[in-house]
């Protein structure tokens, strides 16, 4: 991985998790409350993704 690709990445990484604690804030905030079930559900699996991306990439830059 090139060093742009690697700090595109990371930006990324950072803005969907940016993108999920706002939709987070948003359902606790009680928007959307027909979809909150779903809209939960979207937002953990998000954040699974996110965590399981930041770790793989951590791997990749101590190989």
């Known amino acids: 991985m090139t060093a742009r690709s690697a700090q595109d990445l ?3 990484i950072r803005q969907l998790d ?3 604690a706002w939709l987070l804030q948003e359902i606790d905030g ?4 027909e979809l909150r079930f779903d809209l939960a559900a979207l ?3 998000l954040g699974q993704l996110l965590t399981r991306v930041s770790d793989l990439d951590e791997e990749t830059k101590l190989r």
Not at 30 to 33: A, D, E, L, P, V
Request: charged share 55%; glycine share 8%.
């Open 30 to 33: 009680g928007r959307w409350s």
């Open 10 to 12: 990371q930006e990324l």
């Open 18 to 20: 940016a993108d999920r």
């Open 43 to 45: 937002e953990r699996e």
